[in-house]
């Protein structure tokens, strides 16, 4: 028997485009994967996803008309249960085995045929049969009520069915929206199968307004996408007509000239390929007097609102055009050109009217206002928040830049949350920072603490800037430790796969800025000074929660970086590491050391010290060379006493390389210590002094790293 290709379509009405891309790859591996688990498809077999506004399909190749038959060996019972004296069937087993649909007709004959094999102390009784492998028609009908229960459908739609049975009546249904018709084609040959209250046929329809014949006849599996892409005028590949959109897109933005280019944004090319069945991308524009309102305000609503790809030019300026991606190709498009010219103007004069409304009040008179709004009921109004950033914000920068940036810092800090009380962020809460910033500039303050109030948020997502002036970095580590920390302490903690309060982002920018800026700033000190500004009582202890929280965030943060796990582990949990700005360089020098040949011994021999001194908590890092006895000890001493002063000077100078790469000539009279030197001397003198040396070496040489968890 030889195999052929499956496709199925459920043609539907319009699905929810932001989900459409996942549920068109979700139906189809899903199907398939039911097919593969019944013995239908192959392990070789291709699942190719079609998905359209209008339509789920999914083309898998190597498909079985029926599925081979499969030998099954059975666990009945113990022999001593399932045959009497005589060796005759008990009850018992006459039961087991009616109830596998054994052959009774001779019980003698089919006592016979079980097999007896040992499992464990008991002999025990097991039966051999020969089950029939699924049919098409059944395993497809099972596959496919599967895939449609396990879709990530967003919200269920209920509809009703009209009864096709004698009776008159309705029958209700659930689907992501109501389906009008199924396609099932094995080769050429319609597979008898039924969902949703439809059955399988050959017809399906394309495009609504522009499809050459309706209905559309899908003449074998194979020639779906070109059978559609001919007559139904519609390109099924989700794929596909994302590239066809991409490569249209930069088409008409090339003709338009001038170095324009439409906006990147893989999100909204996703959702406008959800829109349309058969892309049609056309130039439009709009008056130039819009351009005196901020372009974030005006791509966003042209996005956002309307589905248009903004065009900018060669410098990254908006201009007066954008692209729309139709789903109509009529000879002229003037009409649709000038509807969508109509359609935008209202929203970008509501975006200039924002703009022009919000530009009459200042900043500073919004700040009042902050106190009227609930941050959150354990913690507040964001009038009070306000006061707490800024003071967190005024301790940062007094760190790093004494009082000019503290109080660069604390003007910021103030201002920085008065944009949500205005028009412009109310309607659009994705500009919160950058129209701060632009209403800074209009009331005249200076451009540092513009920026500092559009960078505060940054860095927003993984991969994004960083804040681009100091006051920027110290207002957004303020503002996101206080986040951190005011969530932990009234308990709102991520826990598995959700974070509402996306802590784990604002961690992640916190570990950015402290480490890629290289801030002199202790991480620890800065969550003990944040818990600091809260009131009384408001919080739980929990500073070991928080710190095991970041600990877990900056591994993993450095390991996205490239680095293996044990290299992170050993830079991370340095001897007396307080910054984590020169982890980079930690990392770099731990990475140099690893290709040494003095270093798996060296690593070894300091997790050897760490155990040795975990026992003696109490000892401190000094030694009397008069109490040096054995020769292995004299020279271990004189070794540290000639390489430490310059591998300390090279550390001193942030050469961490240089230091690790001096220690490592220590390796042979570390060596020759431990095996001729007993470090737990009875006598307590010695013990102490062997000891102590012992904690110099250890605190030399874990300067830079722990070389402990370097050891294998």
Aim: charged share 25%.
């Amino acid at each position: 028997m030889t195999t052929k290709n499956l496709l199925v379509e459920l043609f539907v009405e319009e699905l929810p485009p932001k989900a459409l891309k996942k549920l068109g790859e979700a139906f189809a591996s899903q199907l398939a994967e039911q097919l593969r688990s019944q013995g239908l498809a192959t392990a070789q077999s291709v699942v190719t996803p079609y998905a359209s506004p209008r339509r789920l399909a999914a083309h898998v190749t190597h498909v079985w008309l029926k599925a081979a038959d499969k030998a099954m060996q059975q666990k009945l019972m113990p022999v001593a249960v399932g045959l009497d004296a005589a060796g005759h069937a008990t009850p018992a087993l006459i039961k087991k085995l009616q109830a596998l649909g054994a052959d009774l007709s001779d019980p003698v004959a089919a006592v016979a045929a079980l097999k007896r094999q040992p499992d464990g102390k008991a002999e025990v009784l097991f039966y051999d049969s020969l089950v029939t492998g699924a049919t098409l028609d059944v395993g497809l009908q099972k596959a496919l009520e599967e895939a449609i229960a396990k879709l990530p459908i967003p919200k269920v739609m209920s509809y009703q069915l009209e009864s096709d049975c004698a009776l008159p009546g309705w029958t209700s249904v659930q689907f992501v929206r109501p389906a009008h018709g199924l396609v099932a084609l094995h080769g050429s040959t319609v597979v008898p199968v039924k969902v949703l209250g439809l059955t399988a046929g050959k017809l399906t329809q394309g495009h609504r307004f522009e499809a050459a014949v309706s209905p559309v006849v899908i003449a074998d599996a194979d020639s779906y996408a070109a059978t559609l892409a001919r007559d139904g005028a519609v390109i099924a590949s989700f794929g596909e007509r994302r590239a066809e959109i991409a490569r249209q897109l930069a088409a008409a933005a090339a003709k338009v000239g001038n170095g324009a280019h439409p906006v990147d944004d893989d999100a909204l090319l996703d959702e406008v390929t959800a829109l349309v069945e058969r892309p049609n991308v056309l130039v439009c524009q709009f008056e130039g007097e819009f351009l005196d309102v901020p372009q974030e305000c005006l791509i966003l609503t042209m996005k956002a609102n309307q589905k248009y790809f903004p065009l900018l030019d060669g410098a990254g300026r908006l201009t007066h055009q954008f692209l729309v991606v139709s789903n109509i190709s009529p000879a002229d498009a003037s009409a649709v050109i000038g509807g969508n010219e109509r359609v935008v103007r209202p929203r970008l004069a509501d975006a200039k009217f924002f703009f022009d409304q919000d530009r009459k009040k200042t900043l500073a008179s919004r700040v009042g206002g902050l106190d009227k709004v609930v941050y959150h009921n354990k913690l507040g109004t964001q009038g009070a928040r306000t006061e707490r950033v800024r003071a967190i914000a005024r301790d940062i920068g007094q760190q790093l830049g004494g009082e000019v940036l503290a109080d660069a810092a604390d003007t910021a800090a103030k201002l920085a949350k008065a944009d949500l009380l205005t028009d412009m962020v109310g309607e659009f809460p994705e500009l919160q920072g950058i129209m701060g910033g632009y209403y800074a500039r209009h009331d005249g303050l200076s451009e540092d603490i513009a920026l500092g109030i559009e960078d505060h948020y940054r860095p927003r997502f993984a991969g994004d800037a960083l804040p681009r002036t100091q006051v920027g970095v110290v207002v957004a580590l303020a503002d996101k430790l206080e986040t951190l920390v005011g969530m932990f302490g009234i308990g709102n903690l991520p826990t598995g796969d959700k974070d509402p309060f996306a802590l784990r982002r604002h961690a992640l920018g916190v570990i950015r800025m402290l480490v890629e800026r290289d801030l002199p700033l202790s991480f620890r000190e800065l969550s003990h000074d944040t818990f600091a500004v809260f009131a009384p009582g408001t919080l739980e202890p929990v500073q070991a929660a928080l710190d095991g929280f970041f600990a877990e965030r900056l591994k993993g943060y450095l390991k996205d970086a490239g680095y293996a796990p044990a290299e992170v582990d050993a830079a991370v949990h340095a001897h007396g590491m307080k910054t984590w700005g020169d982890l980079p360089r930690r990392l770099a020098a731990v990475r140099a050391f690893v290709a040494l040949p003095e270093a798996p011994a060296l690593a070894a021999a300091n997790k050897r010290i760490g155990n040795i001194l975990k026992k003696a908590p109490e000892v401190d890092a000094h030694v009397s060379e008069v109490l040096l006895k054995e020769p292995a000890e004299v020279a271990l001493y004189a070794a540290m006493r000639a390489v430490t002063p310059a591998a300390n000077a090279q550390f001193e100078a942030g050469d961490y390389t240089a230091s690790l790469q001096t220690l490592a000539v220590l390796r042979t009279p570390v060596d020759a210590f431990f095996d001729g030197v007993m470090v737990n001397a009875d006598e307590l003198d010695l013990r102490l002094n062997r000891q102590g040396l012992l904690k110099s070496l250890h605190e030399a040489m874990n300067r830079v790293a722990d070389l402990s968890r370097l050891a294998s």
